[in-house]
């Protein structure tokens, strides 16, 4: 069964605190991307990597970092350096030369 | 400006009561434009994606259609089950695979 799984569902971050929000597909895409979604106000895109071990900064990367070592997986971390997380951030991926993105079910990140 | 905007920010109607929903795009050079569904707290669903003016897609009681300048959700008698937020989405002029998202529109049906 094919898809797009994001851990973990809810996220509680501390003040000065580095968290990880984990993506896997299985479908054997090759690019991926990472959105912040805020109440009224459209998908953002924070970062993409079309290959592995290549990533790109979308329009929102201050205070965010990610790594692809692997086709299958796109971890976020959100930095300390972020002063405003608290937000629903959404992984997607897409095959090669086509557009069509597909997303995971989101985490939701909250400051404690 | 790649832009896109999508109206009414909320429409509210009857089980049964057909409408339509907007998305205005200014991006050179389409290259798709993609429509999903979003519940509350849940990712976006994949619905539609049209490529050129005058194509149209069905899906269940959606249709989706697109002009030179917009595109148009259609539902007909809706249930309450099609409530959700509705996304549209065009690739920019600069990068493809990057989108750019409209805000949504929030549909509810009244049983």
């Known amino acids: 069964d094919g898809g797009i799984t994001q851990s973990p569902k809810y996220l509680f971050r501390k003040e000065g605190q580095n968290v990880t929000l984990s993506c896997e597909q299985n479908l054997n895409h090759d690019a991926m991307y990472w959105y912040r979604q805020d109440p009224g106000q459209g998908l953002r895109l924070i970062y993409y990597s079309q290959i592995v071990n290549d990533f790109q900064k979308g329009d929102i990367a201050e205070g965010y970092s990610v790594s692809r070592e692997k086709k299958e997986s796109f971890p976020l971390t959100v930095t300390s350096a972020q002063k405003n997380p608290t937000a629903f951030y959404l992984c997607?991926?897409?095959?090669?030369?086509?557009?069509?993105?597909?997303f995971g079910p989101g985490t939701r990140l909250l400051v404690l | 400006e790649d832009q896109v905007t999508q109206s009414p920010e909320a429409l509210r109607l009857q089980e049964g009561e057909s409408s339509s929903l907007n998305c205005s795009y200014t991006?050179?050079?389409?290259?798709?434009l993609f429509w999903y569904r979003q519940d509350p707290g849940k990712g976006p669903e994949f619905l539609f994606t049209?490529?050129?003016a005058g194509e149209e897609k069905e899906k269940e009681r959606l249709k989706a259609t697109l002009t030179k300048k917009e595109s148009f959700l259609h539902i007909t008698a809706p249930k309450p089950e099609d409530s959700a937020t509705y996304l549209c989405a065009v690739p920019r002029a600069q990068g493809a695979q990057k989108l750019v998202f409209g805000q949504g529109t929030r549909l509810t049906i009244n049983p």
């Open positions: 991006v050179s050079g389409l290259r798709g």
């Open positions: 049209l490529y050129s």
């Open positions: 997607a991926s897409s095959m090669s030369g086509a557009e069509t993105q597909y």
